[in-house]
């Protein structure tokens, strides 16, 4: 299963609305989750089964979708927030990841 | 607190071989199922490949590029994961983490660079 995320890179002001992007080559059902990667540091879950958000992340993350297209939702971006973001499903071997967006502030 | 700490990484030339290790602590690690995924320099995620718990049973999992040169093993005794790799190629460059988890990333360690190159 190949995944795929648009677009490449974000560039948003603190405060506004970031919309990530991303899409199955074959369905995954909800079997999706989301990794934020801060510069310099590993990766970490925010959102799993396309929707639920992982302990101890903001509720400004949101995550949806189900099938072969989600969505990444970062409502009131912050200076914090600059990060790549990957997709990943997990509903069959070989688990992927999509290539990533990189949220950038503005 | 739980902690991955991987260690091997370094310079090898093409067609050599390297074995990673991780020392786990701060979890039961018999029970849990661990991998390995590589971040190339400057590139995104790649899963290389899991292993079960003994209690889950089953096949250790490779993804396709590393499947037949690549071995992942276990010593529960001693808390430890390895990774041992062959046939290397500059393909095989990335920095390699040590992860707990089935099908989502739980931990990471920090991660061990490896480099091939002539």
Redesign the interface.
Known sequence: IVMTQSPATLSVSPGETATLSCRASQRVNT?L?W?Q?KPGQ????LI?AASMRATGIPARFSGSGSGTGFTLTISGVQSEDVA?Y?C?H?NS????????TKVEIK | EVQLVESGGGLVKPGGSLRLSCAASGFTFRNAWMGWVRQAPGKGLEWVGRVPSEAAGGTTDYAAPVKGRFTISRDDSKSTLFLQMSGLSTEDTAVYYCTSGSVLVDFWGQGTLVTVSS
């Open positions: 079997d989750a990794y990667q590993v990766p970490k879950v799993y790549v990957y990943q997990y071997w070989p688990l992927t990841f999509g290539p990533g």
